[in-house]
């Protein structure tokens, strides 16, 4: 289903909720959000995440099922496998996933940002003599 406008998390949770699989088919860094809302959104933990190696979500959610959205064979192959995937299976990867989310949120986020920052060190310049 293609919605064309923003939507609020409570008028898009019911289509989280209800999809077999999640696409995401960046072909640059974006649509983590996407991915991640849809992850969190799944407490059943079913469903699979279908999610292109060119977003940034990629690094942390290894149990989506990664693709390069160049290759529609690679992402008709991920489609497939998703839909077929065993119950037992998708449950084990959403929890994982679940979890990641859980622990790389946005209070750690913030916190890494402020220890990099923190250890940011200007070079002292020399004073000049007059």
């Given at each position: 289903?293609?919605?064309k406008k923003h939507h609020?998390?409570?008028?898009?949770?019911?289509f989280y909720r209800l999809s077999d699989l999640c696409l995401v088919t960046s072909l640059h860094d974006g649509m983590n959000l996407v991915?991640?809302?849809f992850v969190a959104s799944r407490s059943?933990?079913?469903?699979?995440l279908i999610l292109?190696?060119?977003?940034?979500?990629?690094?942390?959610?290894?149990?989506?099922?990664?693709?390069?959205?160049?290759?529609?064979?690679?992402?008709a192959e991920a489609i497939h496998q998703a839909l077929a995937?065993?119950?037992?299976?998708?449950s084990a990867r959403m929890k994982r996933m679940r979890a990641t989310i859980r622990e790389n949120n946005i209070y750690r986020w913030a916190g890494?940002?402020?220890t990099e920052l923190c250890?940011?060190?200007l070079p002292v310049r020399a004073e000049k003599e007059s």
């Open positions: 289903m293609f919605l609020s998390h409570q008028e898009i949770l019911p991915a991640k809302e059943d933990e079913s469903g699979v292109s190696r060119f977003a940034g979500a990629s690094r942390e959610m290894r149990d989506a099922l990664i693709i390069n959205p160049y290759d529609s064979e690679q992402m995937m065993d119950p037992d299976e998708q890494n940002l402020i250890n940011v060190r």
